[in-house]
């Protein structure tokens, strides 16, 4: 789970960060989860793992700022992946607590959140890929359906 979730982030940013340097500017946006800014009982280690993307993220950020470089984290709410299907199956009583908490009524779709979705989660990534031109550095922005 860290091998995947956090140690995967810090590769691709060592790779991404050295083109940026060599370029002079860029734009990083990393994929946490609502898991990075909350905490819940029987998930520490993946908590843990995007917790720690948000910190290498809001770190990372600070000292690349002054090079041009911005980078920023989405956190997307819960999203349909086989992941959460099989933690669903497992736990089928978790399943109301979610979508209780879901202010559309269903789980998240991938191509929501993904680059090549449609709508106001897509501008919200777009925004962050230009970022360098603004204020916005370091942020872990939750995306849940509204």
Partial sequence: MIAIN????????????RQMRTQGSGAIVNCSSIGGLIGLPG?????????????????????????GISINAVCPGTIDTPMVSAMLAKEADAMKEILRDQPIGRLGRPEEIAVSGTGRMRNII???????SCSLWSAGYPLRGA
């Fill in 6 to 17: 956090l140690r995967g982030v810090w590769n691709c940013m060592k790779y991404e960060l």
């Fill in 43 to 67: 998930r520490a280690v993946y908590h843990a793992a995007k917790h720690g993307v948000i910190g290498l993220t809001k770190s990372a950020a600070l000292e690349y700022a002054s090079r």
């Fill in 126 to 132: 777009e925004e962050m890929k230009h970022a360098r």
